[in-house]
């Protein structure tokens, strides 16, 4: 029986570790069906090439700084050449100095809010601008958020970076609908993951959700959203663009926790 994402081929954003949500998407596409090829850059990349090499099938990491304009056009060309074209990407993309977070929102310098902006939100158009041309009717593209209807304690310019990648994925779900194009994001709970680790006081908001979201919540369950990003990427949502699906334990649908009684 062909798997969810047969013959789609896929870019993966973001993994670090096998830890990293973005390896258990990896991990889960291949299951489905999918080709794969993830990105990494700099120092991280051995890390990634280390995660590669524990997918099902290793696959290869291509060179990206989602910042640097020549490293997007060398990765269109790799893909063009590889592929011929893309059927979908996952972004997993995020960065904030660590002046713009950890209760440090009023003291934040605009140097700091920008680079969150730009590495976190900006780079979701500057991607999915890079990988268009190569995109058939009924690709998909999906970015990995947190939900930024509220002010979270700890969060700060992270979270501005997220409404804004909220508001960018709106705008590429109407610009590239034309094309056939979807655009989504999974608003995930808080995960253990590297990058989440580093926010300071990320236990706070770990804390929140496990104790008020109705499904529980297991903060060391990375795979949680590998699920909802293929559904997303499959031909199963060809109806479906412009929309934030929360893997949160319904975490987002509760105002207050109410103790058993």
Known sequence: ?????????????????????????????????????????????????RAAQRLATPVDVLELDVNRPEDLEAL?????????????????????????????????????????????????????????????PGASIVGLDFDASKAWPVYDWMGVAKAALESVSRYLARDLGAQGIRVNLVSAGPLGTVAARGIPG???????????????????????????????????ARGISGEILHVDGGFHAVGAAIAPS
């Not at 670090?16 to 990105?39: D, N, P, W, Y």
């Not at 104790?211 to 990427?233: E, K, N, S, Y």
Request: hydrophobic share 50%; net charge negative.
């Open 1 to 49: 029986m062909a798997g969810l994402l047969a013959g789609r081929r896929l870019l993966i954003t973001g993994v670090i570790t096998k830890e990293s949500m973005a390896f258990h998407v990896a991990a889960r596409a291949q299951e489905e069906g999918a080709e794969v090829v993830l990105s990494s850059f700099g120092r991280v990349r051995r890390l990634t090439e």
């Open 76 to 136: 269109a060309a790799d893909l063009e050449a590889r592929w011929g074209g893309v059927d979908g990407m996952l972004h997993a993309i995020a960065y904030a100095p660590q002046d713009a977070l950890g209760g440090r929102f009023m003291t934040t310098p605009a140097a700091s809010a920008a680079a969150a902006f730009e590495t976190s939100a900006f780079s979701f158009k500057a991607l999915a601008a890079t990988l268009a041309p190569l995109m058939p």
């Open 202 to 236: 990320f236990e706070q908001l770990a804390d929140l959700w496990q104790r008020q979201a109705p499904l529980g919540w297991d903060i060391t369950d990375p795979a949680i959203i590998a699920g909802p990003v293929c559904f997303l990427l499959s031909e199963l």
